[in-house]
């Protein structure tokens, strides 16, 4: 069986629950230090003088946050090397090869636990910074639309409040200077190490049993990235570049020709199997594996690119109800969440992709 970054997809999801559940309540912390007194004055005065809750909130919610975002990071990295190494091992069963030695090496999965997790510390960073920022800004912007008259003060709280509920926690921005919903870069985070754990697995299990191609497979409808390699040979190690081997056939042992297309590395640093990616690559047996092809009605890229956006404004809209002052606000945000949904429904029923709905959470109870 061959495997894919996208089969160790869902391992993310526990990871990013623990996150998505912080984030929710920061949000419901803003809410609840923002609401006494909203409709008396004096109400900036007295927020202003209780902002240190807010800062003594987030604190002691860091520590727990730490400990069990780096506990599942470090168990969803392991079940994904799992994930590969079983799926080498039962590709080797069903050609009746030998699976190659008991033992594989810990030390990459160590590594890759310990990049993710410190890819973590910014987050906790912002957590505890974000909220503190906004909390103060939204007392000021409050006070000023209020005092021109324009508005009364839960309006105006709610207006702020929710701008913040929409974009999540967030002015997040990562090393190469792109944005960032918080949950977003943590499910992307989680996900590309995952992926990168399972397919390395996969390979370093082949290469241990002493094979030495692999070949893609065609999925179709398939990210632009991918596109070159579809259906292609590509070597476990050796030179890069097209270029034609002559080895023994598996079976008879005779020789014969091989196309190849390159090294697997050399495809990945071009961006083959990126996060999310569907394509994987299989064991190839020299004069036996017969490639595959394309099908026409395959999944489009477009259409899960589709699903992934319905998700986030189903997410942004639960934030947003997080996040609501008064009964008119949080029903308001249900419409939407329910309006959201049902595109859902209707996209996974026209294209038979698969619903997901951890991706549709914000948090959880606990
Ligand atoms: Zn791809």
Redesign the pocket.
Known sequence: MAV??DDAEHLAAPVTAEFAAAEQTVLQQLRDLLSPGIRRTGWAQARTAAAGLLRRALQRLLPGLRQRATQAAAAAVAQAVQVGDQAARRELEQHQLPPGPNDLDITPTRRLTRALTEDFEPVYARILRQPQDVYRDVVAAVSADVLNGQITRIRAAQRALDEFANRGITGFVDGRGRGWELTTYIEMAVRTTCGRAAVQAHVDRLTAAGHRFVFVSAPGG??P??APWEGKVLALAGPAGPHEVEVPHAVTGRPVRVQVAGSLMEARAA????A????SVSLYLPGVTTLPTAPPDAHTYENTQHQRYLERQVRRWKRREAAALDDAASKAARVQIRAYQARLRALVRETGQARQPAREQIGRAR
Do not use: D, I, M
Request: charged share 5%; glycine share 8%.
């Open positions: 894919s970054p398939s990210c990235l991918c961006g083959f199997q990126h999310n990616c569907r394509h």
